[in-house]
C-alpha cells in the first residue's frame, strides 16, 4: 500500500489524562502488500455496536412475574468506519484488498477473504502507573505505555459507501464489518476455562453476583428484607 509512511501520516502527541481520549484508540490491520500489523491512519472515527435477544422465563399461574431471563445466541459484532479518502490509499487498501493503486477491486463483490483487526486503547502515564492489577493489561507495540487489545478475527465488509460532493472538497469512505470473534488476543475462552471467574460475576466466588443465584450478591437492596 502507498503513501503509508508519507507526512500526512505522522503520529504528534496526546494528552495524559485519567480519562480514555480517542486520540490513544489505535486501530490496526494488515495493508496489501505488507506482512504484519500497521496503523491506520486517517481515521476520522471508529465505532462498535453488539446486541442479543433476551428471552423471558414466566410461569402459568405465577402471576406478572418474571422466573428468569435467558439470553440468547450472540449475532456478530459490527463495527463502524470512517476514514478519510488518499489517491494512494483507500479503505479497501488499509485492509489488505488491492483496490485503488494497488489493484482490481472495486466492489464488495470483488472480496474474497476477510481480514482481521486489532484495537489497542493506549493507557496515559497517569493510568498506567495508577493500575491495580497490571497483570490485565497486554503490553502496547510503542513499548513504553499499556494498553488494552482486542482482536477482531475474520471480518467481511457489509456495506460500503463514499460520497463526492460540490460542496465539500474533502471525501470519506464509510464501511460497515460484522467480525466472526471478538478476542483480547491471550485468554482461554469457553466453557472449560481455567479460570472458573475470568469473565466476573462469578456467584460461587469472591466476586459477588445478583442476589438470585446461590452465595451471590454483595449485599440485599434496601426493601427486600
Not at 503513501?3 to 485519567?18: D, E, K, V
Not at 493507557?123 to 482486542?150: C, H, W, Y
Not at 476455562?193 to 469472591?206: E, L
Amino acid at each position: 500500500m502507498k503513501g503509508n509512511n508519507s507526512y500526512i501520516n505522522r503520529q504528534g502527541t496526546s494528552p495524559n489524562t485519567r480519562v480514555a481520549v480517542s486520540q490513544k484508540n489505535k486501530i490496526y490491520s494488515v495493508p496489501s502488500g505488507q506482512a504484519a500489523f500497521q496503523q491506520i491512519g486517517v481515521v476520522s472515527s471508529f465505532g462498535l455496536s453488539e446486541s442479543r435477544t433476551i428471552d423471558e422465563v414466566r410461569g402459568l399461574g405465577m402471576g406478572d412475574q418474571i422466573a428468569e431471563l435467558v439470553p440468547g445466541n450472540t449475532p456478530s459484532m459490527s463495527i463502524s468506519i470512517t476514514r478519510t479518502l488518499l489517491y494512494l490509499s483507500n479503505i479497501y487498501q488499509v485492509f489488505g484488498y488491492k483496490g485503488g493503486v494497488d489493484g482490481l477491486v472495486r466492489s464488495l463483490k470483488h472480496h474474497q477473504w476477510p481480514f482481521d483487526i486489532k484495537q489497542e486503547m493506549v493507557f496515559s502515564r497517569i493510568a498506567s502507573q495508577e493500575a491495580a492489577q497490571p497483570k490485565l493489561v497486554a503490553p502496547a507495540s510503542d513499548g513504553v505505555n499499556d494498553a488494552i487489545l482486542t482482536f477482531f478475527e475474520a471480518c467481511w465488509m457489509e456495506s460500503y459507501s463514499a460520497t463526492f460532493s460540490a460542496d465539500s472538497a474533502m471525501i470519506a469512505e464509510d464501511v460497515s464489518v460484522k467480525a466472526t470473534d471478538v478476542i483480547d488476543g491471550t485468554s482461554t475462552y469457553g466453557e472449560l476455562a481455567s479460570d472458573a471467574d475470568s469473565t466476573g460475576n462469578n456467584p460461587f466466588s469472591d466476586s459477588g453476583s445478583s442476589i438470585r443465584y446461590s452465595n451471590g450478591g454483595a449485599g440485599v437492596p434496601t426493601g427486600l428484607i
